[in-house]
């Protein structure tokens, strides 16, 4: 039986796979090939056969280095604890974050992605961490996710002006790769107190890496969706439920009506405890 080869993708589906892979953006103007270059490598080594030996160069001074944390993991921790508990406002909080240095996200991104929407607001959205829209931008939820979660939050009765959005990790990781235990680590302390200086009646944390990571629970997002639980800031206990992220409900779009459904009960929530855009 012969084996039929698969058909080369087209432009498209190469798009679509580079930027999968956390290719986005392009260093030249056009592609080079780098087969049809001329060989320029035969006239140098001819010059080296009869050239005395050089000494060895040293890299020059001005080189750049690669940034990086020169913070230890467990300092870092300790350090973003201290730090996010003596921020006694949000814009403080935002301050600390602009100048924190223990976590290398902070070298990568383009800018810190603090939050977004109303800060006096009765509930609160949790993702993961920015992409590259949101690393442009400055705000969460801003690309083809961040429309889908405000037609989310339109369909009961909300907008950015009556709710407060933001992540565990305020920095885009390169590539949109995932965050690693230690930078959600240094990470969480800031969006815990985030969470406490906000506030809010309702707390809904979206997707699995958020839920598992503010709700202190290892169930998938299949088992935790839907269900209320109890986040306590240490000076108050508010309710919190978990539903999918819009970026999952792009790549699953079956599932939408499970997070319509969990919408429908927060609405319902928000409504026994008062008007909800209040």
């Known amino acids: 039986m012969d084996l039929i080869p698969e058909p080369a993708p087209n432009v498209r589906q190469l798009l679509a796979f580079y930027l999968e892979a956390g290719v986005d953006c392009a260093l030249t103007e056009g592609p080079v090939d780098r087969l049809t270059e001329p060989d320029t490598a035969a006239a140098p080594i001819a010059v080296r056969e009869t050239a005395p030996p050089r000494p060895v160069r040293e890299m020059p001074a001005a080189m750049p280095a690669v940034p990086r944390s020169e913070i230890a993991p467990e300092a870092a921790i300790a350090l973003a604890r201290e730090a996010a508990r003596t921020?006694?406002?949000?814009?403080a909080l935002r301050t600390l974050l602009?100048?924190?240095?223990?976590c290398a996200l902070r070298n990568t991104a383009t800018r810190l992605v603090f939050a977004d929407g109303n800060p006096q607001a009765r509930i609160m959205f949790v993702g993961e961490a920015p992409g590259r829209d949101e690393d442009i931008e400055g705000l969460p939820f801003v690309g083809r996710s961040g429309k889908l979660l405000d037609r989310m939050i339109a369909a009961i009765g909300?907008?950015?002006?009556?709710?407060?959005?933001?992540?565990?990790?305020?920095w885009r990781p390169p590539g949109n790769?995932?965050?690693?235990?230690?930078e959600t680590q240094i990470c969480l302390p800031f969006i815990q107190r985030q969470i406490e200086l906000v506030n809010p009646d309702i707390l809904v944390t979206l997707g699995n890496p958020s839920t598992q990571t503010l709700l202190s629970t290892r169930d998938g997002i299949m088992k935790t969706r839907g269900r209320w639980?109890?986040?306590?800031?240490?000076?108050?206990?508010?309710r919190a439920m978990a539903t999918f992220h819009p970026a999952y409900l792009l790549r699953s779009p079956?599932?939408?009506?499970?997070?319509w459904q969990d919408l429908r009960t927060i609405?319902?929530?928000?409504?026994?405890s008062g008007s909800p855009s209040s």
């Open 177 to 182: 790769r995932t965050p690693t235990p230690q």
């Open 267 to 272: 609405a319902k929530a928000l409504e026994q």
């Open 87 to 91: 921020a006694p406002t949000l814009e």
């Open 98 to 102: 602009e100048s924190f240095e223990g």
């Open 254 to 259: 079956s599932y939408k009506r499970m997070s």
């Open 229 to 238: 639980f109890d986040y306590d800031t240490g000076t108050r206990t508010i």
């Open 158 to 170: 909300l907008d950015r002006s009556k709710a407060y959005i933001a992540n565990v990790i305020p």
